[in-house]
């Protein structure tokens, strides 16, 4: 019976876990989950952030190289056009715009209007407007800078500074910047 006994004793000892040591327990899953989840929230955040900057930049990077292009093969005005670019000028800022005349003879103009890139195409005696940016880009700056250089190749350099219309957390400006040359030399 002495064995028996001891069974009973080693069976009873066991009470299990107390109320106090749950509640500690279950408050230390708590904080470990809750601080896992605010970084597993700043990394979606900051993955959403990325996202939306890439879509710009990629958006952007088209606009410019549609620009570019245009811009590379304006031709020199003879002052007839009636775009108000003088006559043996290629690029030529007036009123916050970049005029000049496409390889077509079309009036081109690109200026900032509100928070989009806009372009005025004045064919034969019609002029289209329209935008260049896309709808989920703002164009907060838009700066042309053409140097007055003598004997020099006509170039124009463009700056533009974009964000998104998307209500990312960590929105971002970008700021792109890039000169392009005419193949008409002085």
Do not use: W
């Not at 001891?6 to 509640?23: A, D, R, T, Y």
């Not at 509100?114 to 034969?124: E, S, T, V």
């Not at 709808?135 to 974009?162: C, D, G, H, Y």
């Not at 998307?166 to 040359?181: F, M, Y």
């Amino acid at each position: 019976m002495t064995g028996n006994k001891s069974k009973l004793n080693i069976i009873n000892n066991n009470k299990g876990l107390s109320l106090m040591e749950v509640q500690v327990a279950v408050s230390i899953f708590i904080v470990m989950m809750l601080s896992a989840m605010g970084i597993f929230k700043s990394v979606l955040d900051s993955q959403q952030g990325a996202i939306t900057a890439k879509n710009v930049q990629e958006s952007i990077r088209y606009v410019m190289e549609a620009i570019s292009k245009e811009l590379r093969s304006a031709r020199r005005s003879d002052g007839t056009e009636g775009c108000g670019v003088p006559a043996g000028t290629i690029y030529f800022l007036n009123g916050g715009g970049l005029h000049f005349i496409n390889k077509s003879g079309d009036c081109v103009k690109y200026y900032k209007n509100n928070n989009a890139l806009m372009i005025d195409r004045k064919i034969g005696g019609t002029t289209y407007v329209g935008t260049t940016t896309p709808s989920n880009v703002r164009l907060k700056e838009f700066n042309i800078n053409i140097p007055n250089v003598a004997f020099s190749q006509p170039r124009v350099t463009i700056e533009m500074v974009v964000d998104s219309l998307d209500r990312s957390v960590n929105k971002q400006d970008i700021r792109l910047q890039t000169t392009i040359s005419s193949r008409f030399y002085n």
